[in-house]
C-alpha cells in the first residue's frame, strides 16, 4: 500500500484533472459563467481533497467512506462537463479528454474501494502496539491498583 496519499495512481490521476479543469474555466467564454467555474472546480478538487482526507484517517472503512465521496464528485464533475459542453464553454474534444479522465478517475476509485473492502488489513488506527511482556504486566498491575514495586517486595 501506498506511504502517502500522493503515491496513489488515483489521486495522481484527480490532480491530472483538476490542472485541466483549470485550464478549461480560465478559458474566456466559461471563465464569466462564475457560477459554473465555482461549481466544477469545488467538485474536481472535492475528488482530490477527500482522497487524500480518506487517506489520513488511518482506517479502511473511513477511506472507503471518503472514496465513495470522491466517486459522487466525479459524477458531478462529468455533470458539469456536459452544462460546460451545452453551453459551448468547452469543445467537443475538450470535453471528451476531461471526460475520459473521470472516467478514468471513477474507475480507479471503484477498483480501489473493491480492494479495500475484501482486505483484511483494517488501517494504521487499528494496528496493534507491540507490548513487552513486562509492559502488559505493568498495566495489568496499574489496573488492580497494585504498584509493581510492592509487589516484588512481598515475593
Not at 33 to 44: G, K, M, P, Y
Not at 54 to 71: A, P
Not at 115 to 128: P, T
Amino acid at each position: 500500500m501506498a506511504k502517502s496519499f500522493e503515491d496513489l495512481p488515483v489521486w495522481q490521476k484527480a490532480r491530472e484533472l483538476v490542472k485541466y479543469i483549470y485550464y478549461l474555466t480560465k478559458q474566456e467564454a466559461f471563465s464569466k459563467d462564475f457560477s459554473l467555474v465555482d461549481q466544477i472546480r469545488r467538485a474536481s478538487t472535492s475528488i482530490m481533497n477527500n482522497i487524500a482526507e480518506g487517506f489520513e484517517r488511518g482506517s479502511n472503512t473511513e477511506f472507503i467512506q471518503f472514496l465513495y465521496i470522491s466517486k459522487g464528485s466525479a459524477g458531478e464533475t462529468r455533470t458539469d462537463l456536459y452544462i460546460a459542453l451545452d453551453q459551448e464553454y468547452i469543445t467537443e474534444a475538450e470535453f471528451r479528454k476531461s471526460y475520459e479522465i473521470c472516467i478514468d478517475v471513477s474507475g480507479q476509485l471503484s477498483g480501489l474501494i473493491d480492494y479495500l473492502k475484501g482486505s483484511q488489513m483494517k488501517g494504521n488506527k487499528f494496528k496493534k502496539e507491540y507490548k513487552s511482556y513486562r509492559q502488559e504486566v505493568d498495566e495489568i498491575m496499574k489496573q488492580f491498583n497494585i504498584q509493581h514495586s510492592k509487589f516484588n517486595k512481598n515475593s
